[in-house]
């Protein structure tokens, strides 16, 4: 059965950093591309980052480039996402996904398995 878990959200200052997690069951992270997705309250989902198995490539949206990093663990079957220099704008539900194909996408639509998400609120 496929399954992503996320966790890692929390409440953290402007400036702090968060690690979040995303353990996959079921299938191999190394195969496919993996994405994170956040949405805030009235706004879209909106493709965060994205790791492909082909040459490691990786996506970042404009907003968290240099700020966010992305990484894959094998062993652990897990996908990071590390969040720096946070910001109250990054203040959303975090969702790790899967489209079981090795192409990123930033689209939501692109993509069929999805976590439950996690909730990082960036709040002073």
């Known amino acids: 059965q496929v399954q992503l878990v996320e966790s890692g959200g929390h409440l953290v200052q402007p400036g702090g950093s968060l690690r979040l997690s995303c353990a996959a069951s079921g299938f191999t992270v190394d195969y496919y591309a993996i994405g994170w997705f956040r949405q805030a309250p009235g706004k879209e989902r909106e493709g965060v980052s994205c790791i492909s198995r082909a040459a490691g490539s990786v996506y970042y949206v404009d907003s968290v480039k240099d700020r966010f990093t992305i990484s894959r663990d094998v062993a652990k079957n897990t996908v990071f996402l590390q969040m720096n220099s946070l910001k109250p704008e990054d203040t959303a539900v975090y969702y790790c996904?899967?489209?079981?194909?090795?192409?990123?996408?930033?689209?939501?639509?692109?993509?069929?398995?999805w976590g439950q998400g996690t909730q990082v609120t960036v709040s002073s």
């Open positions: 996904a899967t489209n079981f194909l090795d192409i990123c996408s930033s689209r939501s639509g692109d993509f069929g398995s």
